[in-house]
Each structure stands twice: as C-alpha cells, then as structure tokens.
C-alpha cells in the first residue's frame, strides 16, 4: 500500500517536471461545456488554427495550449485558473469570455506573478483603478461598443430608447456605455436574471407600452436568438428597430437563418471587426476558418487568433527568456504583431486603442448571412476608464 | 365516590363523515383496569389515539387527574402520565432493545439537550433501563437489535419502553396481538402483576384476557358507547350480545 | 395604470401558468401516486424541445414535428422509467434526489453531444410568427395564444382522462391511498409505467410549445424544473387541481412581478434601489409565495384527501 | 448478566482501528496533515489547494450529515448556510471589518439565527414538503445575493484581506497558505469530533430516535420539534464554519455558492460516503471531489460518466462507501 503511493507520487512528480526551455505553456480559460460552449468552441478552433498557420512553434519554442474549462461559472473558472497556474505551471494565462469569470479569477494569475491576457472580457474594473501591469486585453473594454451604438443612435434620431440586458457584469458595462454617448431619454430599462431567463414576454409587453423609438439589447450566445425571435413574434419587428451589441455575430446567424428570419437582414450593430474588413492577416483567418469549419468566425474567434499571435511576437522577441516576466511583458507591451483588426495599440491602462465601426447584417454572395462593415463611428477610440488608471 | 383518573366526557371524531368517536362518555377510575372491547371498526383504536393526543378531537373534552388535556400534544400527555401502546408494534427497531428503553428513562428523567456525556455509557439511563428489561423478562435480549426480537419479544420491549416512562395510566392497545397462547398468558400474568402500581385502559380482542384482567369493561360499536360495567354485568348484557356478539337470533 | 399592458401582462402571466401546468401535471402524478422524486422531469422537457427541433427540420412542419416528438418523448420516458426509477420505488427520497440528479447530468451532457452546444430553433410558419390584434387595443403574438389554447385542451384532456375514465379512476385512487389501489387488483408496475410515460409525454410537449420562443437549449429543464416543483407543492402533491392553480397563481404572480414590482417599489424606496432590489424582488416572490403556502398550510393548498 | 452488557463496551484504539471506515478515515485525515509538507517536495503544490478544497466541502457536508444522517432532515437548501457565513464574512471585509474576532463570531452567530428561521418553519413540514420548503429558502437567499450590487451581485465578490487574528503576542496569520490549511484541517477534525460527541450524546439520542420512530418518540413524551429545529440550528453554524473558512480560502464568493444544484451536490456526498456515519461525508467528499477533479481533466464529456455513476452508487452500493468498507471488516460478534 505505501510502495503503491510512493510509485504514484514519484510518477506524478515526473509528469510536472517543470517545463524545459524549449516549449512554451499557454494556459486558455474558456467554456468548454454547458450552453456557453457554443463561444468557447469559436475561440478553440481559432487557438488550433492559428497554432496551424505558425506551425505549432513561437519562435524556436513549441507551442503547447491547455484548455480550462470555467462550466460558465465564476467559482469553477477561479478553481480551473488556479490549477492552470499552480499545477501546469504554465507561462501565460489566456482566454476569458466572461467579465464575472475574469473578475473572479484574475488575482489568481496576477499573484502569481504571471501573465493574464483576456481575449474577450473587458470589464471596466481591470481598465479603471484595478488596472494591472500584467494584465492585458486582446478585444476591448465593455464600454465601448454600446459608446459607438450610442452614437449610431444619436445620428439616427433616436429620442426615446428602451433598454434591455442581462443583469452580470458586462450586462451593466453596455447600458452604461450607451448612456455615456446617448442623448435622448431612457424612458425604461430591464435587467434580466442571466443566464436563466430565456422569454421576455412581461418585457417586450412593456417596450410595447412605452412605444419608444428604439430599443437596445446586449444577449451575447443563445441568449440572442431566442430574444430576438419574440421580439418578431411580439409584432416589434419592422415597428420599433433594435439596436443590438454583442448579440448578431457568426454563430448566432446561421440559427436565425435557419429559422428563415428575414427580419434580421440589414440589422445595424456596432463592433471593431467583421469578417470582412480588410487585411492581409484578417483575410487569411477567415478564409482559413471557413475553409475549415464552414462557417464564418465570430468576433470571439477573432480575438482568440490575435491573442495567438500577440503572445508570439514577444515570444520571439524573448527566444528562450520567457521566464522574466518583466522582459515577457514588455515585449507584448509593444503589440508588434499583426492584428486581424489591422493597427493595433496598447493604451496606458493596456487594453487596445482601436476603432469601432458600425455592421450590417448581410448575405453573401452564396447566401450565407454574415456581418459586413459600414461605417467608422469611433476613429482610434480610448475606453472612458483609462483615465483612471495610474499606469 | 372517587375522583376518576381519566375523565372523558362527550368526545367526538369523525373520518370524513363516518363517526369513529361518537359523544364518547368515560371514566376510568385510579387503579382499575378498564377494558374496551367492540367488534373492527368500532372506533378503539381511534378513542386510544385521542387519548394519547396522536389525533385531534372534534368536539368534547378529555380530563386527566383533573386537568384538561384536550388540547394538550402527544409528549405532553405523557409527561403528565399518559403512556401508550401501539396495536402495530412501535419501537426503534435500529437499535438494541436496551437502547430503547433507555431512550424512554432519558425522556423521562428531563429535557435532552444535553450535547456532550454519552448516552449509552450513563449508568443514570442504563440501569433503571436494565432492571426493566428484567422486569417484562428481556434481560437476556438486552443487547441484540430491537428489530431482530421476536414478535413476542419486540410487544414485551413496548411494554417496558411504556413503564419507563413512569406513567400512571397504561393505554394499552391490544398488547396480545399476534403472540402465542403461552406468551398471551404469561403477558396476562404480567399484567396483572402491574395492576397495584398502574391503572390500565385495555384494548383487547383476546376475551379470555379481558375477562381475566378486567374490573370493568366499555363495549364500543360505531364509535358509540353501548354499555360500561362490570365483566358479569357486561356478559349478562342484552344489548352487548346482539349488538357485539350478533346473537340476535339466539337471544330472541 | 396603463390598462392595455395589465392586460397583456395578465396574458403573458396565463401562458407561463399553462406552460408550468403541463410540466407540473406530470411531476405531481408520478410524485403523488409513486412517491418518486423525479428531478429529471425537466430533463424530458428539454429532449422533448430537441426531438420537436429535429423532426421539425427534417419533415419541415412543426406540427408533424410535434406529432413524431411526442411518442419519442413518451418512448424515452418508459425507457428511463424502467431502466433506472423502477429500482428506485422502494427507496427513499434521499435516494430519489440523488440517482435523478445523475441523470440530469447524463441528459445534459447527452444532448450535448448529439445535438451540440449551441442548440436549434424552431422556425414557425409565418402566420404564427407575428401578433394578432384582441379586443381593446391589445395586441398578443399569435404563437403565445397557441401555448395557451393546447395548453387549455390537455387541461381538460386531462380532467376528462382522470375523472371519466377506467385509468383516471385508478390514478385518483393512486393519488390518494397506494395500497388500495393494489387491493383492486390492478397491476401495479404497468400502472406506474403509464402515468410516469404519460408525464414525460407532457412535459416534453410543454418543452416543445416553447421551443419555437425561447430554441431548445441545454439546461433549459433545470430552472424551470424547480418552478414546476414550486407549483406542485404549493398546489399539493398528487393533485392535479392543485397543480392548474398553483401554475396559474406561480405564472401570474411571477410575471406581475416582473413587470410592475420596479414600478411599485418606487413609491417606497429610490428609484437607484428600485432598480436593483425590483429584479431580486421579482426572482425572490415565487418561493416566499411558497414558504408562506407551507408555513399556513403544510400540505398545500389542495392536498389529495386520505393522505396525511 | 454483567454491567458491562448495560452501557456499551469502551472501545479501545486497536478495536477501533480495526473498524475499516475509522482507519481508513483517520488514514485520509492524516495523509491531508501531511500534505503541506510532502507536497512541495514532490513538486505537487497544487495538490495542497485541493485538498484544503475538499475539507472545506467535508465539514459543509459533516454539518448536513448532523441532520440528515442522524435526523432524517432532508434539507435541500443546505448551501445556503455556506453562503450565509462566506458572504457575512466578505460584507464584513468589504466594510473595513476584518478582525477575526469580530467577523468569526457574528457570521456564526447569522448562521445560526437563519437557520432558526427558516428550520422553525420549514420543520413543520415533512417528507417532500420538507425538502421543497428549505429549497425555497435557499433560493431565496441566492436571488439575493444575485441583486446586492453593493457586494457583486451576480458577478461574485473578491476578499482582498483574510481574516485577522491578532491575539495581543502572536498573530494568526491566515494569509499564510499553510496556517490556513492547518486552521481548516482542525476545524474539519473539531467538526468531527464535535458531531461525535452531538450523535451519542441524550441529543443524538432523541434526533436519531425522532428519525427511526417519530409517533414512539412524541409517545414517550418527547417532543421532537425543539430538538430538530437546535440541530438544525447547530448544523447551519456548522456549514457557516465551512463558509467563513471557504471564503478565507477562495477570497472570492458568489451566489452560486447558495444555488440549488451545491446543496444537491452535498446530499450526493453524504449518500456517497455513508449517510448517519462519522466519516461518510469526509469519504464521499473526497471520493466526490476528486472523481469530478480527475474525470473533468481526462475529458470535457465526463458528466457522461458521473451521471450514471451516481445512478449506480444509488442502485447498488448502498450505506455509501462507509457501507462498503464496513463489509470488509473481518466478521466480529453480533
């Protein structure tokens, strides 16, 4: 019995022995089961197929990336991140679709001393006074997208807007957002029991009553499909338009599609990327994403792909010093790698200066529906928290 | 004439119509054994279960050494000395037979928050426990699980589980049932033995029993009293033997 | 008060009660009259929505996908019912609580699997898509007054079934003493096989009404599952009666609340804690309408008679 | 007959080691002493958080085991007291409060005054009713925790100072890994012993007997309310202890804490292990934990798994692994 223990803890102690120079350990939080999942599947296949078109290597290091899986819950996610840190020992930490898993699992990276690059969450916590120096992020600050949308609203006249959203973290970052840049009045708002509500109908009733001129959504996964076929179902369609962030993308547009939902076709939103802005590196993932998939990426994915390549330019700025975490953070400081948003730049607070555009919902020229990009509504844009920061 | 023990007066239950206790009017007198007898049915069961406070009367009042206890609960009724039987045998069946008796001394002897000594090192809660065990002839038993005795065994155990309580009066609700002709005797002798200590209200199918431990005996049919009197009064009653008996034709 | 909106509210409130009732209809059967706690009951809802997603997209009708979901949910429900819960009868509830909530798991993870993570919608015919004008200015989606009008049907589908005919009788006496019921010679395991078949079938067809609004998704069963359960208790367990009222009360309260308890709060308190204590409020009513059910009446509102 | 047959025998050591749940209970207790020391050693600190982990959860499932194993009380809202003291403790940090002996005594002492709410009405109900009621009160107190924005509402509260024990010479320092693995692995060992003491003592007695025979516990005249309702009371101070130590642990709480399917997994941890046993809810957390830990690891599909196996430990393995391993001991007398 003790012989048997010994020989299991000696055999563990051979698996994690600490990492050689010559490989590199990303570890990417992200949600791998539950209803979350559909995102955390756009983000891994971007990770594997940017690990494919860089050949698995960083520099002259091997690439290895272990997946954590958060089960769309903070608790679980902090727990994952810890293993990722303390038991993979691994030299970065990536990932993090949601704000309240972020926020959750942050200090767990953070004391560690190592690198924590977000590649969607961007809550105004870690952008403001909580700013870190080894925290960076790959999207953009909750803010911003419903700023650009509050802008779209303003040049659309709108006076009177209805506000719906999801009561977490990011939920709360987009309708302050909107309210930073909207002018006219908010004459009602709904923040709704997330993830567990999936019908509105006592709310989309009450848009009914208040018959505004708009109204403003932010339901990132399933959550936007199903709001936005009972707002269809409700009669809103065509009657009070919907202005939406974070809601329309790759991965909800096929279910609207195949539920023949013309209704969505020419729907506004506003975002920093779509599958068809052009540059080289963006034109490349996407072909490559459809080509192997057979759908289009979604912004998640986008993002997942550019944190790849973000963390390989420093690499190979490093070689094999990675280890110095003051050197490793400089260098991905310098953001020199090519972004599929085009420029990219690091702000004082570290997450991206960057431009947001309004979008289209479209079909392709081979029907299927995708997003399309219209007009810049926010040039270079900084998020409003970076002004907090003391970095 | 003495102050009764137990002092029912016009109790009334009913099951969704069906009268299970009809203006029941009762006295059990200090050290008598009182016999309740009726065909299946006639409500015994019910009038033991109002008394133990198990079910709520409906209407009427049940006084005992003086006090009204109608609205009393269950345990309170046996704090005053109101200790029962089941007609199904009711004991803790998980544990040894003479970790239920002591149960019943602990219920006895006070309140049990008492969160830290042992219980079943107490001597405080095992002895008495034992000497009764010895008393109803279990000593022997004392330590094998209640729910392996034998039937016999396990109404013998309930019989002492009710004495530690230190009640007054026994409600004792066919304490015969399912036992053996030699057992039921040697059970009738116990009792009897109890009678100088305890009075005794006696649910009892076994006739033989009733006549032989009974100083007066209560016929129920439909939840009504039809006649209370002495064994010999009650042998001789007409009423009793078509009512009970159904001997109507024989009478007649 | 704006009368138009009370009234759809009221609406909306009556088609989450009926929605509730279908699903509690089942639940309370197989609680009162087998005695099983079965938190895999919204597991049926769920692959209920996925079957009516699947056979919708293949034969292109909705209403055919109902029809081929319906006997696949009542399939998948005997086969669980005699797979894993027939073992289970005779245990106790802990033991109940514990093997459903295993296959609560397996059912998530299954349908994971098989249908991925993102879940399917439902594409309705156009006319049902949209909303009808009603009598004074109200306007309702066509589809929700649909939920509401089958809803209403198995209702009374229901209430015939159970009041008038040779199963109902059997299951009422079921519901109120177990051992009688065995008494009259019936036999007992295909009794049970039935009403446990019967409750899947309609908790699959309450998953498959609202898979056209809100998609069939994973873990869709588990939030509404502990509402059903709210509604089944403040009903009491095994009545059926118990069950429409408690779904109709649990529905209208909860909808009520999500719609005017902010506005009303107003009155009282700021409108900054207004708008955050108005949403915890409303999340909140349902279970204090039930602790103060079973703090008045510990057996329900209608608890089945000859049970204690 | 002998005095002896009267009380029970005193075990001695060797009697009861040789029962297999104690020894190989004792055996755990003793391997997670161990780890702060062992485990750096072999490279393996992470191991140190999981099992400071699990003995968090074991003493939150001891708590449940109080009142379920020993008191019949199927409480399927039992998460919320872990809630209670993580989230009294967390206010309290958030409000500049982080004096041990201010912050200990009053979250267990808010443990305590809800549990005597929600037990007193709750434990007028029975059977489904029961465990339906005490859901609902812990949804309740979820929903709320979900609406406090002041303390992260749905987003979780970070717990930027642990606890401070400053006894006046010395300090116990908690911010220390290892001291607190220490203060949780003595508080587990504490919980322990004390529902040892709580199940044999006149209490217990009356709880346990309230569970095998209500209607002949009320019939000897106890009545069974009041005792239920304080071991429902001593049993959420106990989960409160598990909250406080996990929220000193994590320094992150949330709701989630509180929601319906934790409370699940605690009563599948003690059916797991061995309800109405000493050790059955330490074995089932660690059998618990350590099967999701290591089937989640192997593949993303393991409730695929899990689900089925806890049908099977229903179906089969009954009385736990306590159950199991009390069939190993060597046949001893009756």
């Known amino acids: 019995m003790f012989k048997t223990a010994l020989l299991a803890a000696s055999a563990l102690a051979l698996l994690s022995s600490p990492a050689l120079a010559e490989s590199i350990k990303i570890g990417f939080v992200t949600t791998l089961t539950t209803g979350g999942s559909v995102i955390g599947e756009d983000m891994r296949r971007s990770v594997e197929l940017a690990l494919i078109n860089m050949n698995l290597k960083m520099g002259d290091l091997d690439v290895e990336v272990i997946y954590g899986d958060d089960e769309f819950n903070p608790q679980k996610g902090r727990q994952v991140t810890e293993r990722l840190v303390k038991q993979q020992d691994v030299d970065i930490v990536a990932g993090y679709i949601w704000s309240n898993v972020l926020l959750a699992s942050a200090n767990v990276v953070l004391d560690a001393d190592k690198i924590l690059i977000s590649s969607n969450a961007g809550p105004s916590q870690l952008a403001g006074k909580g700013c870190n120096p080894n925290f960076f992020n790959v999207s953009w600050q909750n803010d911003q997208t419903p700023m650009a949308m509050g802008e779209v609203l303003n040049q659309k006249g709108v006076e009177n807007l209805y506000v719906i959203a999801p009561n977490y973290a990011a939920g709360k970052n987009m309708v302050a957002g909107v309210e930073r840049t909207f002018k006219g009045n908010i004459v009602g708002k709904d923040m709704t029991a997330w993830p567990d509500q999936l019908d509105w109908a006592a709310e989309l009733s009450k848009v009914k009553a208040a018959n505004p001129d708009g109204v403003f959504i932010f339901y990132p996964a399933r959550h936007g499909p199903a709001f936005i076929k009972q707002y269809q179902q409700a009669g809103l369609f065509g009657q009070i338009p919907l202005y939406s962030v974070f809601t329309l993308d790759s991965i909800s547009l096929p279910r609207f599609q195949e539920a023949k939902m013309e209704g969505v076709l020419g729907t506004i939103m506003t975002q920093f990327w779509a599958p068809d802005l052009d540059n080289e590196q963006n034109n490349r993932f996407v072909a490559d994403y459809r080509a192997k998939y057979g759908t289009y990426p979604a912004f998640y994915g986008a993002q997942a792909y550019d944190t790849m390549f973000l963390i390989k330019s420093a690499v190979e700025q490093l070689g094999t010093k990675i280890h110095d975490v003051d050197a490793f953070r400089a260098a991905i400081a310098k953001a020199d790698f090519p972004s599929v948003r085009g420029d990219f730049a690091f702000g004082n607070n570290q997450f991206p200066i960057q431009n947001f555009y309004s979008r289209e919902v479209v079909a392709d020229a081979d029907g299927n529906w995708t997003t399309s990009i219209r007009d810049l509504v926010l040039e270079k844009n900084q998020d409003p928290y970076a002004a907090e920061c003391a970095m | 004439m003495t102050e009764p023990l137990l002092a029912i007066r016009a109790l009334s239950k009913s099951f969704g119509g069906i009268a299970a206790a009809d203006n029941i009017e009762l006295d059990i007198l200090p050290g008598e054994i009182h016999a309740v007898i009726g065909p299946n049915g006639a409500g015994k069961t019910t009038l033991i279960n109002l008394l133990s406070g198990l079910l709520p009367a409906d209407a009427g009042t049940v006084h005992f050494n003086g006090v009204n206890i109608t609205k009393s609960s269950a345990p309170a009724r046996c704090r005053r000395g109101l200790a029962r039987s089941f007609q199904i045998t009711s004991i803790f069946r998980d544990v040894s037979a003479l970790d239920n008796v002591a149960l019943a001394i602990q219920a006895a002897a006070g309140h049990s928050f008492r969160l830290w000594r042992p219980a079943r090192t107490d001597p405080a809660l095992r002895d008495p426990a034992f000497a009764l065990l010895e008393q109803v002839g279990l000593a022997n038993r004392a330590n094998i699980r209640a729910g392996n005795l034998a039937h016999g065994e396990q109404r013998q155990l309930e019989i002492a589980m009710v004495l530690a309580t230190g009640p007054k009066l026994l409600l004792l609700d066919e304490p015969m049932a399912g036992m053996g002709t030699e057992e039921s005797e040697r059970l009738i002798t116990f009792l009897a033995g109890l009678k100088a200590k305890y009075t005794m209200l006696l649910i009892e199918h076994d006739m033989d029993a009733v006549f032989a431990l009974a100083d007066r005996i209560t016929v129920l049919v439909y939840g009504r009293v039809i006649a209370t009197g002495t064994p010999s009064e009650i042998r001789a009653n007409t009423d009793v033997r078509r009512a009970y008996l159904g001997e109507d034709e024989a009478v007649a | ?308 | 007959m002998t005095q002896t047959s009267k009380s029970q025998r005193p075990q001695n050591l060797w009697a009861r080691l040789r029962d297999s749940r104690t020894s190989v209970s004792l055996l755990l207790l003793a391997i997670a002493a161990a780890t702060p020391l062992a485990a750096p050693a072999l490279g393996q600190s992470f191991y140190v958080d999981v099992i400071a982990r699990i003995m968090i959860w074991a003493i939150a499932a001891t708590s449940l085991n109080l009142i379920l194993g020993y008191g019949g009380m199927v409480s399927f809202g039992h998460a919320v007291y872990l809630g209670i003291g993580a989230y009294a403790m967390g206010i309290m940090a958030t409000e500049g409060i982080t004096n041990g002996f201010i912050q200990w005594p009053l979250a267990l002492l808010l443990c305590g005054f809800f549990a005597l709410i929600f037990g007193a009405i709750s434990l007028r109900t029975k059977g489904v009713y029961f465990i339906m009621i005490t859901l609902a009160f812990g949804q309740m107190l979820f929903f709320l925790g979900i609406s406090v924005e002041r303390y992260g509402s749905d987003d979780g509260l970070l717990i930027f100072t642990r606890s401070e024990f400053d006894l006046g010479f010395a300090e116990l320092d908690l911010s220390n890994g290892t001291t607190l693995y220490y203060v949780i692995w003595a508080s587990l060992i504490g919980c322990i012993y004390l529902s040892h003491r709580i199940v044999n003592s006149r209490f217990g007695m009356v709880l346990r007997g309230a569970m095998s025979n209500e209607t002949r516990m009320q019939a000897i005249g106890v009545p069974t309310y009041r005792y239920r309702l304080a071991a429902f009371v001593i049993a959420g101070m106990m989960a409160g202890l598990a909250g406080l130590l996990s929220a000193n642990f994590e320094r992150f709480i949330s709701p989630d804490m509180m929601n319906w399917p934790r409370s699940g997994e605690l009563i599948v941890m003690i059916v797991l292990g061995g309800m109405g046993t000493l050790f059955g809810p330490v074995l089932g957390s660690v059998a618990f934990l350590m099967l999701s830990e290591l089937l989640s690891t192997w593949t993303e599909k393991w409730h695929l798994i899990f689900g089925p196996f806890l049908i099977l430990v229903v179906l089969f393995a009954r009385g736990g692994l306590a159950g199991m391993l009390e069939r190993l001991n060597p046949r001893s007398d009756p």
């Open chain 3, 1 to 308: 008060m704006n009368y138009v909106l009370l009234a759809e509210q009221f609406l909306n409130g009556i088609q989450l009660g009926l929605l509730l009732f279908l699903l509690s209809a089942g639940l309370t059967l197989v609680f009162g009259i087998m005695d099983l706690v079965n938190l895999a009951h919204g597991s049926l809802y769920m692959i209920g929505a996925f079957f009516a997603a699947t056979f919708t997209a293949l034969t292109g009708s909705f209403l055919i996908g109902v029809l081929l979901a319906l006997p696949a949910t009542l399939v998948v429900g005997i086969v669980v019912e005699i797979v894993v819960l027939r073992t289970l009868y005779a245990r106790n509830h802990l033991d109940h609580v514990l093997a459903t909530f295993g296959l609560i798991l397996f059912f998530n993870e299954l349908v994971r699997v098989v249908w991925g993570p993102a879940g399917m919608s439902i594409p309705l015919p156009a006319a049902l898509d949209v909303s009808v004008s009603l009598l004074f200015g109200i306007t309702y989606p066509i589809y929700r007054i649909v939920i509401i009008l089958v809803s209403l049907a198995v209702a009374v589908g229901l209430y015939f079934l159970i009041s008038r005919t040779r199963i109902g009788m059997l299951i009422r006496a079921g519901a109120s003493n177990r051992t009688m019921a065995g008494a009259l010679g019936v036999n007992i395991p295909r009794l049970f096989t039935l009403i446990f078949g019967l409750g899947a079938a309609l908790a699959g067809l309450a998953g498959m009404m609202i898979a056209p609004v809100t998609q069939a998704s994973i873990g869709m069963g588990e939030q509404i599952l502990i509402f059903a359960f709210v509604v089944i208790v403040i009903g009491g367990i095994g009545s059926i009666r118990g069950a429409l009222v408690g779904a109709l009360l649990i529905g209208i309260i909860d909808t009520m609340g999500r719609s005017f308890l902010d506005v009303l709060l107003l009155v009282v308190i700021s409108p900054a804690a207004a708008e955050t204590a108005g949403p915890a409020l409303s999340s909140m009513m349902i279970y204090i309408l039930m602790a103060l059910v079973l703090a008045i009446r510990p057996q329900g509102l209608f608890p089945p008679r000859g049970r204690q």
